[in-house]
Each structure stands twice: as C-alpha cells, then as structure tokens.
C-alpha cells in the first residue's frame, strides 16, 4: 500500500527543499540509492554510544531493523533505542524508544518522516511509565557525504529554549545524522546545534543570529559483539 504524506506537510517539506537544496553543499539523492547505503551500512546492526559523567553510565543503543517495502519503491525502518543508565553496576534508568522511518520519494530525492512510536521509562524505585500516543518527530532530508555514507538533515529549526544567566529564550536546533564506513564498521555521528534567534517575519520565519554554545555531539560506533 503506498503511503502519503499530508497534503500541508507536503508543501512545507516542497518548500523547504527549494529553498535547502538551493544552497546545499552536498547532493541529495534518491530513494534507491539510499536503500543500497542503508542495507550496507545501517541494516539489522546496533550502534553504541557510551558516556559518563559524575559517576552516572549512560549507554545508548540503537538498533536499526530492516527495510520494509511499502510499494512504488519506498520503504520503512523500525528503529529502537535503549538508553540506560547506571552507577557502580546498579541501574537507575531504562529508557526504550520505538521509532518509524518513513522514506519517500519527492521529486526523485529521499526524505525521512519519522515517527516516535512507543517510549517507555523505568526508574529504580517508580513505577514503569509506557506512553504509545504516536507523536511526529520531524521531516528529513538525506544527502550523501565525502566519506562513502549518507547525511541526514532536518528541514526546519526545531524550537527549543536558550538559558544565558537568568535569562531565558527561544532558540532554534537543528540536527545531524553523519553515518560512514570506518575500519570495517558502521560509524554514525549526532550532532545537535542550538541558534540565537534574530526577527521574525511572516511566511518567512527568524533571522539565524549566530550558534548559542557549542555543539553537542554523540559519537555511535557498530557494535561487533
């Protein structure tokens, strides 16, 4: 069964292509060519990324499933992320996320429309919290990179708040998914950049001052276990 976006999200994902794409430095590409790289790079394997701070462990695994045809040559991939935390080998928090990439074909180039399917949350000491609402987490548009992989790109800011002392104010994130082979191994790059705000104008949208802070970037590598 074919798939169709929304007809208002349609014109906002045409129109920010245009306008993206006019000034993109990399090439975007099509629908099959992201399949060949996805089944290569991304396909049934599990990316881990692991930090610490302040003692605290946090292991973040995603899980990338197969693709799945859904006719005119588009497809879906299950994604599932589970982020735990943990202290002197004690676990404090598990997180799972479900998620839904949905890739279309728009003028002969790919784009992902994802969607947060389920998300769970166990806490030591709490009770488990599931919610299964279906919640839309943006479009996206893919590009290949230098490094023999693809980048995936958000259309638009996402808001988000912006805290300089005492002050508080709206800002706008933008997100980055690098993925490339590296020695034999999938590697994936996450970086996340948050934008001072500058005027607003109708139809339009804000002024892009300057980046607030620096970048926040997770580093995710195959796992071979």
Do not use: W
């Amino acid at each position: 069964m074919k798939r169709f976006i929304a007809p208002n999200l349609l014109l906002l994902i045409v129109f920010c292509f245009a306008s993206i794409n006019a000034h993109a430095e990399d090439q975007p590409i099509g629908v099959n060519e992201f399949r060949q790289l996805y089944d290569q790079l991304l396909a049934g394997k599990s990316l881990v990324t692991e930090t610490k701070e302040n003692g605290v462990i946090v292991r973040k695994t995603r899980v990338f499933g197969r693709a799945i045809d859904v006719g005119a040559g588009e497809f879906e991939v299950p994604v599932n992320t589970v982020i735990l935390k943990t202290e002197d080998g004690e676990i404090l928090q598990k997180i799972t996320i479900d998620l839904l990439d949905r890739v279309n074909n728009l003028g002969g180039n790919a784009i992902i429309s994802e969607e947060v399917r389920r998300t769970s949350v166990e806490t030591t000491g709490e009770e488990p919290r599931t919610t299964r609402e279906i919640e839309f987490n943006g479009v996206f548009r893919v590009a290949k990179n230098d490094k023999g992989g693809f980048d995936v790109h958000n259309f638009g800011l996402t808001p988000s708040v912006l805290v300089e002392g005492d002050k508080m104010g709206l800002a706008g994130n933008t997100v980055s998914y690098s993925c490339f082979p590296e020695k034999g191994v999938t590697k994936c790059i996450l970086t996340l950049r948050d934008y001072k705000l500058g005027d607003y104008k109708p139809l339009v949208g804000y002024t892009l001052i300057e980046p607030a802070g620096g970048d926040v970037v997770e580093i995710a590598v195959e796992s071979t276990q």
